[in-house]
């Protein structure tokens, strides 16, 4: 089963980083978000980003769903990293456009996007758009203000107008499941092991989701008969019946051919792909699975 970032050892491994002291760039980010005091990218990163904006350019007006496309094929077979956000020391905004994670590469695409459609699309305003999807109302206020949960994700980006979960819609059924594996498992995360105070703020966090009306998920028997009616492009999640965990991993449901399968940073083939299988047959084959909640990117 592909694994959502949640266990193990972080670290960095030769790589130079940058830290960019960021300005506002008007009053209405100002009001919107409060912004870190840094970023943390290498030099590759920012050519990287250069490329794909003179890449993406014939199709910034582009619907949604095929500039979501465009964008995420830019990054077929791109180097799969576990991790990729923990670092030592203070919560940073970190920018790796060099490999993905599950979760940075389904961010950073919808982070471009927002870029590529912007009027300016420049690289300040891909770190705006970074910080805005990854944390809590969009304010990095340290490492619990990370949306780690993808329920929570969900909630918050739904809120900000970025997404519309339409996983209800599509027939999905509701699962009341207490979320609290973060704080259950506290000697996984370097974060939480020996901080009281940390614990205890993610511990807030948790009570805040079960104190939500569950989540909606497609179960993955209904998902075939459902195929034809799940958005191209959409943001799926991985929904598990491991105690405590709500998703285990994200993807684009991906449309071709009369075929559903899905677009991901997969850690069994280690790099961006297009899933072989199809969606059904991906999570049949995956106990842990109990089906996808899907999201329409706005």
């Known amino acids: 089963m592909e694994k959502q ?5 972080k670290r960095i491994k030769g790589k130079m980083v940058i830290l960019l002291s960021m300005m506002m760039l008007s009053p209405v980010f100002a009001r919107e978000i409060s912004m870190p005091p840094e970023a943390v990218y290498t030099a590759e990163d920012r050519l990287i980003f250069d490329r794909y904006i003179a890449y993406v350019g014939p199709w910034r007006s582009a619907p949604t769903d095929s500039l979501l496309e465009k964008t995420a094929l830019f990054f077929l077979n791109f180097p799969y ?3 990729t956000l923990e670092m030592p020391g203070e919560e940073k905004l970190v920018v790796n456009l060099r490999e993905f994670d599950c979760t940075t590469f389904v961010e950073s695409v919808i982070a471009l996007v927002r870029t590529a459609r912007s009027q300016s699309p420049g690289f300040d305003i891909f770190l705006h758009e970074l910080q805005r999807i990854r944390y809590r109302e969009g304010d990095l206020r340290g490492y619990a203000s990370r949306l780690h949960y993808t329920s929570d994700w969900f909630y918050d980006n739904e809120k900000k107008g970025f997404l519309k979960n ?3 819609g599509l027939g999905g059924i509701r699962e009341e499941k207490t979320i609290d594996f973060m704080t259950t498992h506290r000697n996984a995360y370097r974060q939480l092991k020996n901080d009281e105070v940390l614990l205890q703020e993610m511990q ?6 079960n104190e939500r009306n569950g989540l909606y998920y497609l179960p993955k028997e ?3 008969g459902k195929a034809s009616l799940i ?6 999640a991985f929904t598990t019946s491991i105690k405590g965990l709500d998703v285990t991993h994200v993807g684009f449901a991906f449309q ?7 677009i991901h940073a997969s850690s069994t083939r280690e790099k961006v792909v297009i899933d072989q299988k199809t969606l059904s047959d991906y999570c049949a084959g995956q106990p842990s699975c109990t089906g996808v909640a899907i999201a329409e990117v706005l």
């Open 204 to 209: 807030v966090i948790e009570n805040g989701i």
């Open 166 to 168: 339409s996983s209800a």
């Open 5 to 9: 970032e949640v266990m193990g050892k």
């Open 256 to 262: 071709e051919e009369g075929r559903l399968t899905f």
């Open 231 to 236: 958005p191209h492009m959409s943001m799926i």
């Open 222 to 224: 209904c998902i075939a």
């Open 81 to 83: 990293r576990s991790h």
